[in-house]
């Protein structure tokens, strides 16, 4: 299989998006990045201290919550792929969805000290309704800017850049606060600028591209019904080999996940730099992302993908060779970096691959279903990493662990398997899956080629035969 990019002008992406414009696109996901994480892994615990909730209660909402937000992604597909409007099928989802996050956000990130689970379930709901409007419409809009398998590329890198960029800035603003408070730790005031910076940030960013960033070319049709949508997906090869992939990838991630504060905390007892572990991270990810485009250009996406993948699962069994202490901080800092330079082709990868799937799909079937398809993807992941979360710390209990138990012996073994071992195997799986995905640059540049053939000979759209991207105001 010639994994070459395709020769020519075809293969450079003629329709090549302005640079200001995919900056603008990109910059919508920054602000609800910069909360995302945090909504997972500290806000929780946060209410249990700072408010009148219990842990029980708050991870019975969360988890109800989480299911919510997985069962209404399907629904927000399926209907931004069928209501189209003078500003296209994607924007008014994105601007709508802004608005209900930036509301949710400063409830969320603002509870009284008397707040009851009542008032975290009110808030928290809110925010998924929010981000379910958000998340789906935002990326099938990115799929559509354009057709060409190289640009697809340079979207889904923009797109991995701000989401980095958003994580990184929270864990930023806990170290700027180290000046005033000598401490990294959560607290009150921190949370609360970030909640009003946030709220102002998503609408203001999400109405800045409406105006200034092409909607793209919604080719085909929108409107078949749901029986054709489940028969469609049934018989998508391409698309189930695309959910293996992402199913162990984020079935692994969800399981490392759920022990890495433990193997940090825990373990490696180098709980008072964990803010510093992250923030190397996210700033490492962020700066070799422009790398590992051009290593997509030079390969195509799958190949570089599994090889990211492959790496991850093999580099952490270095940790069975770093002793735990103080003298930890460097090798295990130094693995930290390895791995976040290594982590951003993994990332990138599945957005990019997606939007060719869509368009296999859309050849065969002649209907446009990138909402729905998105959908389906967000809901894996929400599903295998919340199946994840579920296994991990069971899994190290299993073992012996408890807090103040000595990570020693039958401990540290469970905590190697959660957090080593049964990600690497699982990330090996995807890898092997992936290094042979077929539709490569040549295959997607004839599917590419057909579409806009079928679309010159059905009259549909003077533009489409060169798939050029549309004016914000058309």
Known sequence: MDERPVGGKAAESPERIPTGALLTYAFTTLPISLVNLPINIVL????????????????AVSFVARAFDAAADPLVGYFSDRLDTRWGRRKPWVLAGSLVCAGAILFLFSPPRTATIVYYTL????????????????????????????????????LTVASVLGALGFWLALILQVPFTHSTEINPEVFRAIAWCDAFALPVVALLALYAVPRGEFVGSGTPSLRDLVRAVRSNRLLWRFCTIVGFLQLGNGISSSVFYIFVTGYLRLGRQFAFFMLAYFAVQVSTLPVWFKLLRR????????????????????????????????????LTI????????????????????????LLKTGVN???????????????????????????????????????VGQVKLGLMIAYVILPGVLQLVAAAVAWR?????????????RIAQRARRTGRDAAAGSLAVTGPSS
Request: hydrophobic letters at 50%; one cysteine or more.
């Open 44 to 59: 929780p615990s946060y209410y249990v201290q700072n408010t009148a909730t219990s842990l029980a209660q708050i991870g």
């Open 123 to 158: 808030a928290c709901f809110a925010f998924y309704v929010g981000y379910a409007l958000f998340d789906v419409p935002n990326k099938a809009w990115g799929s559509e800017m354009s057709r060409h398998y190289l640009e697809r590329s340079r979207i889904a890198t923009f």
């Open 299 to 334: 390969f195509g996406k799958h190949r570089p993908g599994a090889a990211s993948w492959i790496l991850s699962a093999v580099l952490p069994t270095t940790l069975f060779f770093i002793r735990p202490g103080p003298g930890a901080l460097w090798p295990a800092l130094g």
């Open 338 to 361: 390895v791995m976040a330079a290594i982590a951003g082709g993994g990332q990138v990868v599945p957005i990019a691959m997606l939007g060719d799937i869509v368009d296999y799909d």
């Open 369 to 407: 279903r990138a909402g729905n398809y998105f959908a389906i993807q967000n809901v894996l992941f929400k599903l295998c990493m919340g199946a994840g979360l579920g296994i991990g710390l069971p899994l190290v209990a299993a073992f012996g662990y408890a807090r103040g138990v000595p990570v």
């Open 437 to 449: 995905f077929p539709l490569d640059a040549r295959r997607h540049e004839i599917v590419r080629r």
